[in-house]
Each structure stands twice: as structure tokens, then as C-alpha cells.
């Protein structure tokens, strides 16, 4: 049996659990009553998440003694809106729940972000649990305590931090995720070994086709090592005014991409090409050796993610850029690498650099 991992996130005036194993969600119930002395509790899913694995957290929560409630919201990120917020309210405030009935989220960030954010706003705030199903809410969406949803106008608008009372991990529901999905959260994986461990980096040079072949015993020692390094930078950065910025390492050009291609490049397939054009640009800059550059493509390479093909008009990528939300002060702050497992934010870029390392995709 692969052992409990723990990772504690303590923030002032709130510490919590991730924990992560095979087979927890059975648990889940249990883990919970050890927090909450609450009769009821809500789930909130979406409609891709499969039975089994929603009628197994029901089925644990009610041993723990707690009278569950379902609420399914359709899956997708268009659905990730006001308008389904209301919905959930619609459905749960008729529950008579109290300050004291946590919710669940049972799903990948769309649901995590979205219950979060019911979490944080029913009844003034009640205790939130992330139960996170794809790689991606593992290793990134259900850490840090940002919840929200989209507008019209942008992505993520409307939110607020809300933190979890506990983050419960079982590897064994990525068994059922599509392999696209898979992909996507190895791009996050490898973007953080890349601004913060140099040791890791190179375990995913041995190990990372591992995950593909969805190695429950690897993924488990994965999520862990993920989810410790998002944690220590969220912990020293709470509220996104410092360090956290290096998490958006391969996200300047990658939210330009995404959002160029209408979404037809996924957010990892985008990460993991701006993640080659931000490493393009430290070579240019100096800041990184061709033969750390090659390292970084081959890894992305074995992930089953994109380095190059980019069929986007090139211009329209580095205009977009100039809109993007990290512009400060006119001009575009970049993440780049120190050499690998290292992260500088730079304000000083050529723009002829950055076409050049956008050129570079194609
Ligand atoms: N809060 C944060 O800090 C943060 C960080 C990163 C991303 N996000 C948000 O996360 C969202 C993306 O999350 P995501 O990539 O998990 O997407 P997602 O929630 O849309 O899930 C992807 C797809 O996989 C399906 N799915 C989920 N788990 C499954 C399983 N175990 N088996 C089969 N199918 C499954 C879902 O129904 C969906 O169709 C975005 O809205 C993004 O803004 C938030
Ligand atoms: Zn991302």
C-alpha cells in the first residue's frame, strides 16, 4: 500500500491538511468528522465525474454520519459563472445548512474554483473541502486558496480567497481522466520543478512517462512533491504580491496563445509552449544555457505536450501580450529562468527578444 502523504499550508490565523493517497476518498467521510461536528454536508460535482466516484465520497461521508446532498453542475468551463453560482444556491440554501455544514468540491478546478467560491460567500463563509480530480486541481487549482469565476469580459473576475479546511488527494480517481487532461497538469508539474527544484527537474527526466502510463504509486509521489512546492510559495505569498508571480512562469505567452487559438490549444498545451518561449528568451537574455534549453524541451517533449507547430499569427501573440494582466507600468514583466529551478521576474525585455522567442514556436 503506497503510504499517506501529508503537506501542511500554514497561513496566518489558518493551517490546514493536504493529504494525499490511494484509495483516501474512502476516508474522506472520516478525515472530515475529525474537523467538523456538522450533521450535513454538500457535494458539488460536475456531470463528467463518474458515478462511482461520487457515490463512493457519499457513500464514506454518510459512515461518517454526515447526510450528503448532491449538487451537479454541468461540466466545462463556460460553466464556470455567475449564472451556476446562483443555481448552486438555489439548491442549497433550501437544505438549511448553518455556518457550520462544510461543502465539498468533488472535481477538477472548475468545480474547485466554483465551490470555493459558494464556500466562501453562502451565509458569510462555510467550511470548504477540495477533493480534486484531475492533475491540474491536484498540483495547482485546489492549493492556495483562490476561488472565483469566469465573466464575460475575463476569466477568474469575480472571487475571492476563501481557504479549505482540507484538501483530500486520492491519485486513484486520475485513473479515469482523459489522458488530454493528464497532460495538461504535467505542464504545471513541470513548470514548478522548473522555478523551483532542480532535483526534481531531473527526476522527470527519468520518471515522467510514468504519469502517462497512470503509475498510481509515481502520480502519488508527484502530486506530493507538486503540491509541497506550490504550498511553500503560497505560503510566503498569500495573497499574490511577491513570489507567487513565478508561478505564471510560461503563462505570459501561454495565456496569449490560449486565448488567440480560442481556446483550441488547451491551457497546459499553451503553458507548455510559452514555457518553451519564455526558456527561449533566458537563452537569449543569457540567463540559461542551450543545453539546460534542450533539457527543458525533451521533458515537455515526454510529457506528450507541444514545443513547436505554433500556427497562430506570430504578431498577434506578442500584441496580446501588452493586454495581459501582468503588464506593470506599460511594460510586460516576464518569469524566465536562472538556470533551471530558479525564477527572476524581468521588466527589462526587448520586445524584439520577445518575437523572437515567440518565432521560435513555429
Ligand atoms: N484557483 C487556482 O489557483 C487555480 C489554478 C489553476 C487553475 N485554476 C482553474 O482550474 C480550471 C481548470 O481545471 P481543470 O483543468 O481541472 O479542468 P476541469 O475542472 O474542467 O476538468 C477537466 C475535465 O475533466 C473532467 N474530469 C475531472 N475529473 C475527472 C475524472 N477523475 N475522471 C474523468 N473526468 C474527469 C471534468 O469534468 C472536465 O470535463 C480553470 O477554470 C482554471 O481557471 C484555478
Ligand atoms: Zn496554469
Known amino acids: 500500500m503506497t503510504a499517506e502523504r501529508t503537506i501542511r499550508v500554514s497561513l496566518q490565523g489558518h493551517a490546514y491538511d493536504i493529504t494525499v493517497r490511494p484509495g483516501l476518498h474512502a476516508d474522506a467521510g472520516a478525515k472530515l468528522r475529525a474537523l467538523s461536528k456538522a450533521a450535513k454536508a454538500v457535494v458539488i460535482t460536475d456531470s463528467n465525474i463518474p458515478a462511482a466516484t461520487v457515490s463512493a465520497m457519499v457513500t464514506s461521508l454518510a459512515a461518517a454520519g454526515f447526510a450528503a446532498t448532491v449538487a451537479t453542475v454541468p461540466a466545462g468551463e463556460e460553466h464556470k459563472s455567475v ?133 498510481i504509486k509515481y502520480l502519488t509521489e508527484l502530486v506530493a512533491h507538486n503540491v509541497a512546492i506550490k504550498a511553500r510559495v503560497v505560503e510566503a505569498d498569500p495573497f499574490e504580491r511577491g513570489e507567487r508571480a513565478h508561478l505564471n512562469f510560461g503563462h505570459t505567452f501561454g495565456h496569449a496563445i490560449e486565448s488567440i487559438s480560442k481556446y483550441s490549444y488547451s491551457h497546459g498545451e499553451s503553458v507548455a509552449l510559452g514555457m518553451v518561449a519564455a526558456t527561449r528568451l533566458g537563452v537569449l537574455l543569457d540567463l540559461l544555457s542551450e543545453a539546460d534549453e534542450r533539457r527543458i524541451r525533451n521533458v515537455i517533449t515526454a510529457a506528450g505536450l507541444p514545443i513547436d507547430g505554433l500556427k497562430l499569427d506570430r504578431n498577434q501573440v506578442v500584441d496580446s501580450m501588452a493586454f495581459d494582466k501582468k503588464v506593470a507600468g506599460g511594460k510586460i514583466r516576464f518569469v524566465l529562468l536562472d538556470g533551471i529551478g530558479k525564477a527572476v521576474v524581468r521588466d527589462d525585455v526587448p520586445v524584439a527578444l520577445v518575437r523572437e522567442a515567440v518565432e521560435s514556436l513555429v
Open 83 to 215: 449564472e451556476h453560482v446562483l443555481k448552486l444556491y438555489d439548491q442549497i440554501l433550501p437544505l438549511r445548512i448553518d455556518r457550520h455544514t462544510p461543502i465539498v468540491a468533488l472535481g477538477g478546478g472548475v468545480i474547485g474554483d466554483m465551490t470555493g467560491f459558494v464556500a466562501a460567500t453562502i451565509l458569510r463563509g462555510v467550511p470548504f473541502v477540495q477533493c480534486p480530480t484531475t492533475l491540474l486541481s491536484m498540483v495547482d487549482a485546489s492549493v492556495g486558496g483562490k476561488t472565483g469565476v469566469n465573466h464575460t469580459v475575463g476569466k477568474n473576475l469575480i472571487g475571492a480567497f476563501h481557504q479549505p479546511i482540507a484538501v483530500l488527494v486520492d491519485p486513484n480517481v486520475l485513473k479515469t481522466l482523459p489522458q488530454r487532461e493528464l497532460r495538461g497538469g504535467l505542464a504545471e508539474c513541470i513548470k514548478h520543478d522548473l522555478i523551483r527544484d532542480a532535483e526534481g527537474f531531473a527526476n522527470l527526466e527519468k520518471d515522467i512517462g510514468r504519469a502517462l502510463a497512470v503509475d
